[in-house]
Nanobody, 117 residues
């Protein structure tokens, strides 16, 4: 079992920045993939950014150049630095952990990000 605790999120104006953090605990494999997904009402959950424990990253096209994912393997934490936020970035953001690309996904409880003036 893996437990994920998210922090950050909130209300920010368009063009602003926000930082999300996620801490994993439990049965953590040395190689793993952690990431952030987001979901809005009526839509499927979509990948925002992911990072492997070896440092490989993947970003959704919509956030490339604006968001940066990073991690601290010693603390089993990941961060998502979000910049130049747009109203369409408004969503519930979920932290995700998998032991590999075929592994069972674990999810955090979700944190609301609202971009509005």
């Amino acid at each position: 079992q893996v437990h994920l605790v998210e922090s950050g999120g909130g209300l920010v104006q368009p063009g602003g920045s926000l930082r999300l953090s996620c801490a994993a605990s439990g049965s953590i494999f040395s190689y793993n993939i952690m990431g952030w997904y987001r979901q809005t009402p009526g839509k499927q959950r979509e990948l925002v950014a992911a990072i492997t424990s070896t440092g490989n990253t993947e970003y959704a096209d919509s956030v490339k150049g604006r968001f940066t994912i990073s991690r601290d393997n010693a603390k089993n934490t990941i961060n998502l630095q979000m910049g130049t936020l747009k109203p369409e970035d408004t969503a519930v953001y979920y932290c995700n952990y998998k032991s590999n690309i075929y592994g069972v996904p674990y999810w955090g409880q979700g944190t609301q990000v609202t971009v509005s003036s």
